[in-house]
């Protein structure tokens, strides 16, 4: 059974720091991975999708790395402001039939002005 | 649409009634999914829809949850019986079946059973 796993489950961080979210997959043999914003009470907003042969996706201040072999993908965001608080989640679908998405917790960021 | 819409936004129910959430997906989009969010976790895969029918509904926790699309667009997810432990936001996604940019939440429903 496929597990996620998102570390830090929260992160503070004053305004302009580069900051690293981590996330850890228990099974290989993945189609997809993909990272998600969250903000209180809203629905979720797509922010990458990396496909299992490729080894990273960016989108302006954000690169999102996936290391299939060993399980683990990492958010990396550049030069960070208030308005990226917001929980972040990343969320893996399997190889073969199901299309179902399987979420970790997310991690919890905020960032002080 | 513009974006997946699901109605109602808040829902409060007594333990025991019964509630519809309902989810309209992206016009075109074949391919419909409803998760489960408990407070402090991810979302959790419930059932996903091809077309009218389900095509995988084995998040569906018990068989007082069911899942409907008729015409392949609007769906509707019944729960019968509401116990406070189905208490957590309903979200719905919907996809293009060959789309490889990943699904389009919308922004859920809040079910709190009393």
């Known amino acids: 059974k496929q597990e996620v796993t998102q570390i830090p489950a929260a992160l503070s961080v004053p305004e302009g720091e580069n900051l690293v979210l981590n996330c850890s997959f228990t099974d290989s043999a993945i189609y997809n991975l993909q990272w998600f914003r969250q903000d209180p009470g809203k629905g979720l907003t797509s922010l990458l999708l990396i496909q299992s042969s490729q080894r990273e996706q960016t989108s302006g201040r954000l690169n999102a790395s996936l290391d299939k072999s060993s399980g683990r993908s990492t958010l990396y965001i550049a030069a960070s402001q208030p308005g990226d608080s917001a929980t972040y989640l990343c969320a893996v679908r399997r190889v073969g039939g199901s299309e179902k998405l399987v979420f970790g917790k997310g991690t919890k960021l905020t960032v002080n002005p | 649409g513009a974006g997946v819409s699901q109605t109602p936004s808040n829902k409060v129910t007594e333990k025991g009634k019964y509630v519809e959430l309902r989810c309209d997906p992206i016009?075109?989009?074949?391919?419909l999914y409803w998760y489960r969010q408990s407070l402090g976790q991810g979302p959790e895969f419930l059932i996903y829809?091809?077309?009218?029918?389900?095509?995988?509904d084995s998040g569906l926790p018990n068989d007082r949850f069911f899942a409907v699309r008729p015409e392949g667009s609007v769906s509707t997810l019944k729960i019968q019986r509401t116990e406070r432990g189905d208490s957590a936001v309903y979200l719905c996604?919907?996809?293009?079946?060959?789309?490889?940019?990943?699904?389009?939440f919308g922004s859920g429903t809040r079910l709190t059973v009393v």
């Open positions: 016009s075109g989009h074949t391919a």
């Open positions: 829809f091809q077309g009218t029918g389900a095509a995988d």
């Open positions: 996604a919907s996809s293009l079946t060959s789309d490889t940019r990943g699904y389009t």
